[in-house]
């Protein structure tokens, strides 16, 4: 019997007058709960004293009752309650070397939103009530919940072009193991093309943050010259990058859901490469280009959906020369810049520089599944494993 899948359904909504000014309070009361959480936290950590969620709920408790932070009465509860466990969480992977120590929520640049666990909401008859709002959301429901679905959170969000989102988690049973195929597939990622993979398929690189760049710089412009400050003038500036911002990464996702929901329906196994995207975009010179090809997203995508449907993702290690090895003969290429797109090996073979890498990856990955092959101390990889650094032999003319 399957574990049933938990999936978070996203919608818009439009939240009247008195719904958004109180869902802004809010907002604003979450990000105070977690600095002053935090800087609790930090504040105890160097007089070495730890600090957990208990005692910051404690804290909270007291906040209320001081004049100052009388205000944290006006909001929901649960909210201010779930910032604290996600400061908790954050806490939990900095003590395990999985992230940063965490930072303080900033006004204009963090997040907007806020958690509501079943205490915090109702849901009945596909309205959608939050604690201290009289009247329902207004959502737009693009795609119906799953059959009988009974949300477990809700999350209500606003992103920077002044969109106003709730994602409620469900079970969804509908998300079954697919049959098995035999088929495996290596893939190579790109910036010339976005996917190369080992059987000879180019995805192409769609670039969207290019297509819109002209009317980014214009609005970025716009916004430099507005007084700073919470002035009304800056702030339809500001929201108007953040829409263009918007519609670039809307297009950008979708055409990833599209791509790996493809690669996850036709193969069973599927080799990527374990890249560290977040040291490649220190290079001045390809970083925008990397990040507007979402590496990493694309692999997130992959890795999830493989697990709900029963296929598996193997990461083969990063050190693997997957470019500069011949795929006919196991030679390697002293060197191979960026800019050299097909090579000659010595044995003759006329190999394209990306198929050549997405074939080798495929070899190394099915080495792993079949053989077994040791595992780095790297970041763990849901559904996947890592294969060792692999060394060839020369080929000797």
């Not at 806490?91 to 930072?103: I, N």
């Not at 209500?156 to 035999?182: H, K, N, Y």
């Not at 791509?259 to 290079?283: A, F, G, P, W, Y």
Request: charged share 25%; net charge positive.
């Amino acid at each position: 019997m399957t574990t049933p899948v938990k999936r978070a359904f996203k919608y818009r909504f439009y939240p009247s007058d008195v719904q958004a000014a109180e869902l802004s309070r809010t907002f604003g009361c979450v990000r105070k709960v977690y600095n002053l959480a935090l800087a609790a936290r930090t504040e105890a950590w160097a007089r070495q004293e730890r600090v957990n969620y208990n005692a910051t709920s404690a804290l909270l408790t007291a906040w209320k009752k001081t004049e100052e932070l009388a205000f944290l009465n006006d909001v929901s509860s649960v909210p201010l309650q779930q910032t604290l466990r996600h400061l908790q969480t954050a806490f939990t992977h900095f003590f395990a070397r999985r992230a940063k120590y965490p930072r303080f929520k900033s006004r204009k640049r963090s997040r907007r939103s806020a958690e509501y666990t079943t205490s915090g909401f109702r849901f009945r008859d596909g309205r959608l009530r939050l604690a201290k709002m009289a009247q329902p959301l207004a959502i737009v429901w693009s795609r119906p919940l799953p059959e009988g679905a009974a949300p477990s959170t809700v999350t209500v969000s606003q992103d920077a072009a002044g969109r106003w989102f709730v994602s409620m988690l469900c079970e969804d049973p509908s998300i079954q193991p697919l049959p098995a195929t035999d088929a495996v597939v290596g893939v190579d990622v790109g910036l010339d093309h976005l996917l190369t993979l080992s059987t000879g398929e180019k995805v192409a690189n769609p670039r969207h943050e290019r297509r819109d760049r002209v009317r980014l710089a214009k609005a970025q412009r716009e916004l430099s010259r507005k007084a700073k400050g919470d002035g009304a003038n800056r702030r339809k500036a500001r929201r108007q990058v953040g829409k263009i911002h918007a519609r670039i990464a809307d297009r950008r996702r979708d055409m990833l859901h599209k791509l790996t929901t493809r690669l996850v329906r036709d193969n069973q196994t599927l080799v990527i490469e374990d890249l560290t995207v977040r040291t490649m975009v220190k290079n001045r010179k390809l970083a925008r280009a990397i990040s507007d090809a979402a590496w990493a997203e694309f692999r997130n995508m992959l890795e999830y959906k493989a697990a709900w449907y029963g296929r598996e993702v193997i990461a083969v290690d990063r050190f693997f020369p997957s470019s500069k090895l011949c795929s006919h003969c196991g030679a390697i290429a002293n060197a191979m810049p960026l800019h050299v797109r097909t090579w000659t090996c010595a044995c003759r073979t006329t190999h394209d520089r990306d198929v050549n890498a997405a074939q080798n990856l495929l070899a190394a990955g099915l080495a792993v599944s079949v053989c077994g092959a040791g595992v780095r101390p790297q970041r763990s990889t849901p559904g996947g494993q890592s294969a060792t650094k692999q060394t060839t032999p020369r080929h000797e003319p």
